[in-house]
Nanobody, 127 residues
Framework: QVQLVESGGGLVQAGDSLRLSCTAS????????GGWFRQAPGKEREFVAGISRSGETTAYAESSLGRFTIFRDNAKNTVYLQMNSLKPEDTAAYYC????????????????????WGQGTQVTVSL
C-alpha cells in the first residue's frame, strides 16, 4: 500500500514557477512508476507528466513539454513537478499518482492505470 501527499500548490502570476512535491509512505515507492495529472473545473482529469520507477524515463503532455519537468528522489520517497512559465490555463487541481510495476523503464499516461492517488493540491495562475 502506498499513501501519497502532495504539496507546493498556490496562487501565482502568469510566468511564475512552482514546484509540486508528492511524498509517499510505504516501503514500495521505489517499485512504483509515478505521474502527475490535473483537473480543472468542468473538465476531465488529464495527464501532465509521468516518470518511470527508475527515474530514467519521462513523458509529458504536449501542453507541459518544455515548461514542466518531472523528477524523483527515491531516497526521499518523493516525486516532483517543476512548473515554469505558468499560464492561466494551467489553473487546476494537481494530483500525483503511483502504480507498482515490474518494469523499471515504463511510464504510464492513462489515469486508469494508476492504483494510488493523492488528495490534490490547487494551482491557480492569474494574469
Amino acid at each position: 500500500q502506498v499513501q501519497l501527499v502532495e504539496s507546493g500548490g498556490g496562487l501565482v502570476q502568469a510566468g511564475d514557477s512552482l514546484r509540486l512535491s508528492c511524498t509517499a509512505s510505504g516501503s514500495t515507492f521505489s517499485r512504483t512508476a509515478g505521474g502527475w495529472f490535473r483537473q480543472a473545473p468542468g473538465k476531465e482529469r488529464e495527464f501532465v507528466a509521468g516518470i518511470s520507477r527508475s527515474g530514467e524515463t519521462t513523458a509529458y503532455a504536449e501542453s507541459s513539454l518544455g515548461r514542466f519537468t518531472i523528477f524523483r528522489d527515491n531516497a526521499k520517497n518523493t516525486v516532483y513537478l517543476q512548473m515554469n512559465s505558468l499560464k492561466p490555463e494551467d489553473t487546476a487541481a494537481y494530483y500525483c499518482a503511483a502504480v507498482t510495476t515490474l518494469f523499471s523503464s515504463s511510464v504510464y499516461d492513462k489515469a486508469a492505470t494508476y492504483a494510488y492517488w493523492g488528495q490534490g493540491t490547487q494551482v491557480t495562475v492569474s494574469l
